[in-house]
DNA sequence: TAGTTTTGTTAGACTACCCTAACTTTATAT
DNA sequence: ATATAAAGTTAGGGTAGTCTAACAAAACTA
């Protein structure tokens, strides 16, 4: 079985490589970068995950996951997401509370306390950030969306999901207006440095380039 | 904040030390023993609990909680048995499944997220096993209970906990027709080896001394 | 192409938790 | 009261995961 440190390195390492960020493989200093650890920390694991076969990689050379270490990432990423899913529709907590406890609860080990919650929770689809909750077999349906600093001005759109999971962030969504299949209308955005003025409910807001980065709409 | 290592030393200390152990201290024999470590280990964790003023200790001495410590265990036993009641009330685990992935979950750090639970159930007193549950201000009510080895022959009793939470031990209680709020009848005991022969619902049963020293009546 | 910057690796050290083996203290039993 | 047994401690060592500092390779840039 693996620690819980291992793990958060696959976890990790799922989200850098994965169709959301757009490319297939990720680096020492990144992934470091990612977990809060300095490179050396994270060299070591790689030598260890590589060890496992969960990894590929060479020394100098790139990082991504094996079909092994996808599996695994996975299985974490979907007891975030349904424990997530539990916080928040079972206990109340919102949408910017439920990350950093499914954080711990993701490493709880046992598979029919996994099947059992999903069916207590009648097999949701989405977590509370709307994002796909992988079914038991790890299989991930990858939803067509972009980032609402894709969206062209004049259009309107509607958001499915948020990147960045952090309170901060999330409480400022909501301050926004904005929440989970809210309406976004684009009225302009600037050329110099993206900022954009969007209107949800026929209220308007100045977001910025790096708040529409983290906005998935459809 | 403790580590899991630590919370699991306070609470086996707790464990060791409690009205139903019949005694107020314990040694590092005992502890390591109920721990499955060495004593060895078990020492160093002495010294560092001491340090923290979270046990009574001297070197060569007996070994007691502080309030502190004993605040602490507390609320792990707390986590402990709410997670129990969480995982059969709401996930259809058996009373003998419950016990090891609540180790697990007793560990998870969330204030609202203990609080949401307890509400959620129901604030219930007690778990899966009949052990009271202990309220948020860390308070808990002893009960008037003693051992089925302790009841006199001729005499009935019903079953309110159980002392062992093993799997093994709980489906050999299933096995012998008992749960809780079993209705038990002392029909006859050997002076020898205390093996007992009692009543459930019409059907006898012969139990060893060490069964019935792990059943707590009224 | 030759710096220079960025990225990645290694060596050595630290903490937490665990172990074995040897030792010391305390308790028990003649 | 002494010998033996039981309980407890210490010394030294291992692994996992983290760090800093020094170094090496690769990528960029002029
Ligand atoms: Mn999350
Ligand atoms: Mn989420
Ligand atoms: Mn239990
Ligand atoms: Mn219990």
């Known amino acids: 079985m693996l ?11 799922f989200h850098l490589t994965s169709e959301t960020a757009n490319k297939s493989e990720t680096g020492t200093n990144e992934l470091a970068a990612a977990l809060n650890v300095k490179p050396a920390t994270a060299n070591d694991m790689l030598k260890k995950l590589k060890e496992k ?9 790139k990082v991504s996951l094996t079909a092994a270490g996808r599996r695994q990432a996975i299985e974490v990423v979907r007891k975030h997401r349904l424990w997530e899913t ?14 950093e406890v499914a954080e711990q609860l993701e490493h709880i080990y046992s598979p029919k306390l996994i099947e ?20 038991a077999k790890g299989e991930l349906k990858l939803q067509a969306r972009k980032t609402l600093s894709q969206v062209m001005v004049g259009k309107s759109c509607k958001l499915v999901a948020v990147k960045d999971n952090s309170a901060s962030f999330l409480q400022y969504v909501v301050k926004v207006g904005l929440g989970l299949s809210s309406k976004i209308k684009l009225i302009s955005r600037q050329e110099f440095d993206g900022t954009t003025e969007i209107e949800v409910n026929g209220k308007k807001s100045m977001v910025s380039q790096k708040f529409a980065d983290n906005i998935f709409v459809v």
């Open 3 to 13: 620690s819980q440190t291992e793990e958060n390195y696959l976890k990790a390492l």
């Open 53 to 61: 076969k969960l990894i590929n990689y060479e020394k100098y050379g």
């Open 86 to 99: 539990f916080l928040y529709e079972k206990l109340q907590f919102s949408w910017d509370e439920v990350h």
């Open 116 to 135: 059992q919650l999903e069916k207590f929770l009648g097999y949701p689809e989405f977590d509370p950030h709307g994002d796909v909750i992988p079914n």
